[in-house]
């Protein structure tokens, strides 16, 4: 949103029945939303099937919601400044909704890639929205309580989306992957309209920055299907992933130029001039991904390494979820008590120690020892956004923080892709060289080692061939190497996630009931 945004107090806050059901709504569109990125990953196989293609055609479902819902998040400033607030989250859960029906009746693969399309360019402002109308409806002394619910229902949603997608695609049909959302859809869309209609924020004209609309769509589209296809298609050998580079990275530097320069940009950057939100979005960022490739990593070793089906591989998360949701209520007290910078310091060491807890797991780990690490993960979630969100917004007035938070959440989603894509690639590509690495001392000078000789030979005895008994040896080998390649990365994640550490005390000092500091520091 532009500086020349009139700057007011804001609408006033809500007491009693009507919040609680109020906030309910806000947190049911938000988890609505972030569980749709995730829900239909582990359905894409079924979708797939169904509907005559190929899994890798498949995926665009995935991608397809991608590319749309992040050229829309940074628009919210824009939109909510023109529009409203509560106008512009009502009108997206409501055309949510009827995309989310329209993606479930879809009758084959291009008809539901473009209802996806459709479902994720309207969905911009609900995450942004939820957030800002949250921060408006609650007091100012429970500010920490609306946080605590929003950063509950975006943290959780991504752990039960594998999970009620693979329940839903085994015991139902795919289409109700999408139908789910349309009782939800309505009743958000009604109690928010209900609690909030007549705490409208104050809008004003400004002219659409088409340009820069029009260079925020080339590069982030290109960034994103470069992000989404460049493993499929090895990464930068294809010319393909070459150019979807150049013009990703040549938008993105003129987008820049021009948004600064604008005098009514569609994205306003000059909330990177603000010391809390430049380092709190960078720490809120870089954190976020490596938890949501850590997310992505691990049911993926646990269910091609680990012997795990999708459900049980999404139930080693799961505790993550619930303890996170115990904790947050304590979390949010004491970020009303406490400076957001030590509950933030606080949740960053707690997730550097569930990472390198993970690294030290082991082919024949139980049950119980790989989802201890994850109830560590869970009481870092519970600290985790409502501090750094705390940090970022500390200082944007009122009216301005549905732009903000947009800009926040943009930089979010684009770092989740860059993980996504990212820690896939790199796991297969460490467990190759792992495995050359031992396939190379199991050599030996005459062709097999010692070790490898006694391997064979004790396999042999239990009535297998030679050529049985080298084969079972070398799926172990491939085995160890996965893990091998699994543990690296957890100890990467945990020395990336405690370098982090000293820039959260770069920001000033945030106090959520306290006075706030100037923006323009």
């Known amino acids: 949103m532009s500086s020349s945004a009139p700057a007011t107090a804001g609408p006033a806050p809500l007491t009693g029945g009507i919040l609680a059901v109020t906030a309910l709504a806000l947190a049911l569109g938000t988890f609505m939303q972030v569980l749709d990125g995730t829900i239909a990953n582990v359905s894409v196989p079924t979708i797939a099937g169904d509907l005559g293609v190929s899994t890798s055609q498949g995926t665009w479902v995935i991608t397809s919601f991608a590319v749309s819902n992040g050229i829309s998040v940074p628009l919210t400033g824009w939109l909510m400044g023109r529009y409203g607030v509560v106008k512009t989250f009502t009108a997206s859960v409501l055309l949510f909704t009827i995309a989310s029906f329209l993606c479930g009746v879809a009758w084959n693969i291009d008809s539901l890639i473009f209802f996806r399309i459709l479902q994720g360019a309207v969905s911009g402002p609900m995450i942004p929205g939820s957030q800002a109308l949250l921060m408006m409806i609650f007091p100012p002394n429970k500010r920490g309580t609306a946080l605590a619910i929003w950063s509950m229902t975006t943290l959780v949603a991504p752990i ?4 009620l997608g693979g329940y839903i695609s085994d015991n139902f049909t795919w289409p109700w992957i999408f139908f789910i959302n349309i009782p939800v859809g309505a009743f958000c869309a009604f109690f ?21 609309f029009a260079l925020l769509v080339v590069w982030v589209g290109a960034l994103q299907v470069m992000l989404d296809t460049g493993k499929e298609a090895d990464w930068f050998n294809s010319p393909a992933i070459v150019v979807e580079t150049l013009v990703a990275v040549i938008g ?11 005098k009514n940009p569609m994205v306003d950057l000059s909330f990177f001039k603000t010391r809390n939100f430049a380092f709190g979005t960078l720490v809120l960022c870089v954190a976020y991904a490596i938890f949501f490739g850590a997310n992505l990593l691990m049911p993926l070793w646990l269910q091609t390494n680990m012997g795990y089906i999708a459900t049980w591989a999404g139930l080693v998360a799961a505790p993550s979820g619930v303890i996170a949701v115990i904790l947050t209520p304590f979390a949010a007290r004491m970020l009303n008590r406490y400076d957001a910078r030590i509950l933030g310091t606080v949740s960053l060491l707690l997730f550097a120690a569930s990472f390198y807890m993970r690294s030290l797991f082991t082919t ?17 979630m519970s600290m985790f956004f409502i501090a750094f969100i705390s940090i970022g917004l500390n200082g944007v007035p009122p009216e301005r923080v549905p732009a903000a938070s947009g800009l926040s959440n943009f930089a979010r989603i684009v770092a989740g892709s860059f993980a996504a894509s990212l820690v896939t690639t790199m796991w297969e590509r460490s467990e190759s060289q ?19 000789t006694g391997a064979v030979n004790q396999a042999t005895q239990f009535g297998l061939t030679a050529g049985q008994s080298a084969g079972v040896i070398m799926r172990q080998v491939s085995s160890q190497a996965f893990l091998l390649a699994t543990v690296d990365l957890f100890r990467i994640s945990a020395i990336v996630i405690l370098l982090l550490v000293p820039t959260v005390w770069l920001c000033r000092k945030t106090l959520v009931q306290g006075p706030v500091t100037h923006a323009a520091d």
């Open 160 to 163: 039960c989306g594998p999970i």
């Open 434 to 452: 792992h495995q050359t690495r031992l396939a190379e001392i199991m050599g030996g000078p005459g062709g097999m080692s010692d070790a490898m």
């Open 364 to 380: 024949d780990a139980s049950f119980f020892v790989l989802m201890l690490p994850m109830l560590v993960m869970g009481a870092a």
């Open 192 to 212: 928010c309209w209900r609690g909030m209609s007549d705490r409208e924020t104050p809008t004003f004209q400004r002219p659409i920055d088409r340009t820069g």
């Open 252 to 262: 993105f530097i003129a987008w820049v130029i021009w948004e600064l320069n604008d």
